[in-house]
């Protein structure tokens, strides 16, 4: 799916005006959405189409901005903001974090949510883990998905033995099979995996806050554009902000696992500061 949608990029330069990609979708017609594969935030359903919470927002927001479809270009978690820049696809739709880095490569709309960690553990949590300092006291085995911002709170916190896994399912098969002793992930992430495995053998763990040099850390998630085109994110920024107001953005996300409480009013400058 990929492989075919890359051969018509659309060149972006840096002219200084806000780009000019948001002219160039609405004539072509449609916008290529980079995925990683991630549910709930945007993936390849068993039907072979494109879904999540991601996409869905996206086909309602590139609608009302002129552009009748969406198309996926999946990859892997790691390699979006690359294949992002060099004009693989037009935007990710993959639930990004906003970081300080990840601001230095790319420029993000405002986030749709807002979300905390979870983890998954054997039936009954034997070893006690509910927060990152309870994997690194009792020396557990923890894993979680490449190039996710998990990895830096469990080193914060002094977690030594970290692994990652190609995505959700496989962390909860590892906790299964007894290779790993804690999977983390997203709260939403967790709890849906955890209920569609109907495993008798792991659960998911309340909320866990990470912490970063002793100040608690609220993740958001949001769509990402290529740093000139400051056009194209201000007005998917607007169309976004309609939706949060009126309540249509949680109606979007809600089947896929969303509550009011991941609602957010933070704003990507806010994130994007050191």
Request: charged content about 25%; overall charge positive; aromatic content about 8%.
């Amino acid at each position: 799916m990929g492989a075919t949608s890359a051969c018509s990029r659309v060149a972006t330069a840096d002219t200084g005006d806000g780009g000019h990609l948001l002219e160039q979708l609405r004539a072509k017609g449609v916008v290529r959405l980079g995925l990683a594969g991630e549910q709930p935030f945007g993936y390849i359903g068993k039907d072979g189409k494109m879904t999540g919470e991601a996409p869905a927002i996206a086909e309602r927001i590139f609608k009302r901005l002129g552009v009748g479809r969406v198309e996926p270009f999946a990859t892997e978690f790691g390699s979006l903001i690359t294949g992002l820049n060099s004009l693989q696809f037009d935007c990710v739709a993959a639930g990004m974090y906003i970081t300080p880095e990840r601001c230095d490569q790319v420029i993000f709309a405002d986030p749709e949510y807002q979300m905390l960690d979870s983890f998954i553990v054997p039936k009954g949590n034997p070893k006690n883990l509910r927060t990152y300092k309870d994997i690194a006291r009792t020396g557990a085995r923890m894993a979680t998905g490449l190039g996710y911002a998990e990895i830096d709170y469990a080193k914060e916190a002094g977690v030594k033995h970290i692994t990652t896994l190609p995505d959700q399912l496989a962390g909860l098969l590892a906790v299964e099979q007894g290779r790993v002793d804690v999977f983390v992930g997203t709260a939403v992430t967790v709890r849906n995996v955890v209920n569609q495995s109907k495993s008798r053998k792991v659960e998911g763990t309340p909320e866990v806050t990470p912490y970063v040099k002793g100040k608690p850390v609220i993740d958001v998630g949001a769509f990402a554009f290529r740093s000139p085109e400051t056009h194209l994110r201000d007005a998917y920024n607007r169309e976004l902000h309609k939706m949060k107001r009126s309540g249509e953005l949680l109606d979007v996300m809600r089947p896929f696992g969303f509550t009011k409480d991941q609602m957010t009013t933070i704003t990507a400058k806010e994130k994007c500061k050191p």
